[in-house]
């Protein structure tokens, strides 16, 4: 146990030099991309030339741009991410505020994903070729290729607005509901925290349509990835050697032959991981939801510098982890494995 | 003395400390009970509140909206009726937290009488010191300074305290946009006590400390502000400005999808939006389901825009040919529904009936016109040009560049359509780039001469056309100052005409603005700043 905590705090320090390079990169493309954030952020009625070079100082922009690096390298380094024009809040507090509803989501997508990927995987590699393949197939082909925005607008179109089952589409939570005080920023958790099980079914009832939405993204390659090495593993004769000592069936599929497939499906689970995080701006627009992604497409939209590059920080260092994470469950579903 | 000292204070600390938690909790406890529906208005917005200090640089419209309805200002104006809602009467002031003002007879100097029973959410009374500070720092600071400057207020020495409840401000010059620009957002009177507790050397004014809390005695109390997600409000029931509000909880809540806006207020889960896109808001109104409540800007305006100071828009000629090419009444129709009122066709030559801006000017489509034109200005075969709008308004903007790019090709002009982020927009705007664009603006105070002053001259991003016209300019310098009714009119029909002559933009139309809200919720008003005054909204039972 000891050895796996140091290799892993060994992973992380090797992956500085990484988050650095991602720091100085996002940097400097900011600052290539059109558009001066002093014009835009001075630009109320009748400001001038100097409304917009105050702006400039202020934001420091007035320094040449090594300087300006430097400078920020040194906040990074004390832990200020800097503050954010859109929302006039420290990005840190803003991203540590919506990272947990960005998380949320993806967990509970993926959740959803990998409980409906991994049956139909399996059921389409047992029986390759019958229709329920390829009903799985039709499944996954319609869900990765409806873009996320629109699949979200579908779904609230039958569900809230023509049959009103769900809640309607606006955050993580009734507006006229009180939210349970923050311990880990998990509404779901924190309501149960508090014991509050009106809140909690409130914040699961907001939480499905854009959770089935993400998961309805993922779907696909989670299930074609299972379906694709459970085949691989069928086919091996290891199996064919526990069905031949006559092992019941289920455990041949699920112990043996599952055991052995789940590394791609783990690998695949990492990387979409990962991406959901990201990709999740179209649907915390399109369903109100108080993400880190919307913030930062937002402040893009605004040529916000210090959001974006903290939000590029936090994704570069969740990657860091998830990878990190993927490799341990490596370790646990097959033993040979060793992180280095 | 020394132990019991600190002892003694910990102790105070101690029971302060449990007060003021028994307080929140039963705050609490009360609001929850209070929050009932029916006197609950909840709003959605595609826009986000940013920051609770209108003096911050870069705040949001929304943040303008906000400030407009938790602060009170010396004075506002009065509203008229207009269709199923109000608009605001820019001819006509009164007084929010001043119970009454008086001019000098050389219009020099404003005697301002406050309120004497108006007190601070905090309960603290408003007094000339508070009025004082509150207009020094609207002054002071970079952005509201600024604007304030254009009715010559542009030093605190100009404020003067008479009493505990009279203030006095003087001016150099008897400035029509005095008293006006005393009315817009940025001269709310703070709590001056408490917002300089929270004030240092670097930071005299608190713009830090202001940003995410209020000093404030308006209406309205943010009781939960969460940046670009949520602002709760509730009513301050000791207000005295003018008629206790009925909403006793505003919550205005981000929605960025347009059409999931349209869906919550048809549902009944929503009570008011401002803006929802065109379609959904005519779809809105044919099922019936809702109440739109449609009143023309009168102080905004979309515009073509010529770079004055580049060839071959520099010719005058070419503006005009321009001008007559556009296919306005397709371009209306396709960008607004025709929701708006037209700012072309007028009939009138020599000079417009009225000193009024914006009002319509004398073009309209006229394909030989502009070939004839276009001949004159030596570019008998047309030119090829670039015309921009940025991203944000592709709603609107993408068919009006679409038309003009088909109509302009039938006078040899060939157009390429560019789309520009809207934060670079501002930029290339700024530094004078774009040869030819689309934009929309508004300016607070619809007066002529501030119209022209702004848009029509200087060096900032406002003077869309780069124009420089010496004659504008002293026309504008003058009206100003001008006291005498019949000369401004005078002087305002010159500038008027001159617009329409050297066409440094031209102006299309005023968009309405469509107030989208449930069946039962009465009493909207248009005010400058497009954003919902929710001191006047009622639901009738």
């Known amino acids: ?340 | 003395m020394l132990h019991t000292r600190p002892r003694g204070r910990l102790r105070a600390r101690l029971i302060a400390a449990a007060a003021s938690a028994a307080l929140t909790l039963t705050a609490i406890a009360g609001a929850a009970q209070a929050q009932s529906r029916e006197e609950t208005l909840r709003v959605v917005t595609g826009g986000q509140v940013n920051t609770l200090d209108a003096g911050m640089q870069g705040i949001t419209r929304d943040g303008f909206g906000l400030n407009w309805n938790i602060y009170d200002r010396l004075v506002s104006w009065d509203r008229k009726k207009f269709g199923d809602g109000y608009i605001y009467d820019f001819d006509k002031m009164k007084g929010e937290l001043a119970e009454s003002f008086t001019i000098s007879d050389d219009g020099l100097t404003v005697t301002f009488k406050l309120r004497p029973d108006a007190t601070f959410h905090d309960g603290s009374p408003v007094t000339a010191e508070d009025v004082k500070w509150s207009l020094d720092r609207a002054v002071s600071l970079k952005g509201p300074g600024a604007q304030m400057a254009t009715g010559s207020l542009k030093s605190p020495d100009q404020f003067k305290i008479i009493d505990a409840r009279t203030i006095q401000v003087t001016l150099d010059k008897p400035d029509r946009l005095a008293v006006p620009n005393l009315a817009v957002v940025f001269p709310v009177i703070l709590n001056s006590k408490l917002a300089r507790q929270h004030a240092t050397a670097e930071d005299p004014w608190a713009t830090e400390w202001l940003k995410e809390n209020q000093a404030s005695g308006g209406a309205y109390k943010v009781s939960s502000f969460k940046a670009g997600q949520q602002v709760v409000l509730d009513r301050f029931d000791d207000w005295k400005s003018g008629p206790l509000p009925y909403f006793k909880r505003i919550i205005v809540q981000t929605v960025p999808e347009a059409s999931t806006r349209a869906s919550l207020i048809e549902r009944g889960d929503a009570d008011l939006s401002i803006d929802l896109q065109s379609s959904d808001v005519l779809a809105l109104k044919d099922r019936g389901a809702v109440k739109v409540v449609s009143i023309p800007q009168v102080n905004a305006f979309q515009m073509i825009a010529f770079n004055t100071r580049m060839a071959p828009f520099d010719n005058v000629k070419v503006r005009q040919a321009v001008a007559h090419a556009l296919p306005f009444d397709d371009m209306f129709t396709a960008a607004l529904y025709r929701r708006g009122a037209p700012l072309w066709g007028a009939s009138w030559k020599d000079l417009p009936d009225n000193g009024k801006f914006p009002q319509r000017l004398p073009y309209a489509t006229n394909l030989d016109k502009a070939k004839g034109l276009l001949a004159e200005a030596g570019f008998p075969n047309g030119f090829k040009t670039t015309f921009s709008f940025n991203v944000g308004s592709a709603a609107t903007s993408e068919p009006i560049a679409a038309l003009i790019k088909e109509s302009l090709g039938k006078i040899g002009i060939d157009v390429t359509v560019e789309k520009v982020p809207d934060a670079q927009m501002g930029t290339l705007i700024s530094e004078k780039k774009l040869p030819f664009f689309t934009e929309s603006a508004i300016a607070w105070l619809p007066s002529a001469d501030y119209f022209f002053r702004v848009f029509f001259q200087g060096e900032t991003r406002w003077n869309y056309g780069s124009f420089v016209n010496e004659e504008l300019a002293e026309l504008t310098t003058k009206a100003r100052y001008e006291r005498d009714p019949a000369a401004y009119e005078a002087a305002a029909k010159r500038m008027v005409k001159i617009a329409a002559d050297e066409v440094p933009v031209v102006m299309l139309w005023q968009p309405a603005l469509d107030a989208v809200m449930a069946r039962n919720i009465d009493g909207f008003t248009y005010w400058f700043h497009r954003q919902t005054d929710y001191r006047s909204l009622t639901r009738t039972k």
Not at chain 1, 234 to 257: C, E, H, I, M, Q
Request: charged share 15%.
């Open chain 1, 1 to 340: 146990m000891r050895s796996i905590a140091y290799r892993s705090a060994r992973r992380l320090a090797a992956a500085l030099p990484v988050l650095l390079g991602v720091l100085v990169f996002t940097f400097v493309l900011m600052r290539l991309l059109p558009g001066d954030p002093a014009v835009f952020f001075a630009s109320g009625p009748n400001s001038g030339e100097a409304e917009i070079q105050a702006m400039r100082e202020k934001l420091g922009l007035d320094r040449s741009l090594p300087e300006q690096l430097i400078l920020y390298l040194g906040d990074v380094a004390t832990g200020d991410l800097g503050t954010s024009m859109t929302t006039g809040r420290p990005v840190l507090d803003d991203l540590a505020e919506r990272l947990p509803a960005s998380l949320e989501l993806t967990v509970v997508a993926l959740i959803l994903a990998l409980a409906t990927a991994l049956p139909l995987g399996i059921l389409a590699a047992l029986m390759p070729g019958s229709v329920l393949d390829h009903m799985v197939r039709v499944v996954c082909t319609a869900g990765v290729a409806m873009p996320t925005f629109v699949s979200g607008l579908l779904l609230i179109f039958i569900f809230y607005y023509l049959l009103g089952w769900a809640p309607d589409p606006t955050g993580r939570i009734d507006v006229f509901l009180v939210a349970p005080p923050s311990v880990t920023g998990f509404l779901l958790i924190d309501s149960l925290l508090a014991g509050d099980m009106e809140v909690f079914r409130a914040a699961l009832g907001q939480l499905m349509l854009p959770a089935i939405t993400m998961a309805l993204f993922v779907l696909a390659p989670l299930a074609r990835m299972t379906r694709a090495s459970m085949l691989a593993a069928l086919g091996g004769d290891f199996v064919r050697t526990a069905r031949s000592l006559g092992l019941p069936g289920w455990k041949v599929v699920n112990v043996y032959a599952l055991r052995n497939a789940i590394l791609p499906v783990l690998t695949t689970t990492g990387i979409m991981f990962s991406t959901m995080l990201g990709a999740n701006v179209l649907v915390e627009k399109v369903f109100s939801w108080p993400g880190v992604g919307s913030y930062t497409l937002d402040a893009l939209l605004a040529s916000d510098y210090a959001p974006v590059q903290g939000f590029v920080l936090l994704m570069a260092g969740i990657f860091v982890v998830v990878n990190l994470v993927v490799d341990l469950a490596y370790g646990i579903a097959d033993p040979r494995v060793v992180i280095e």
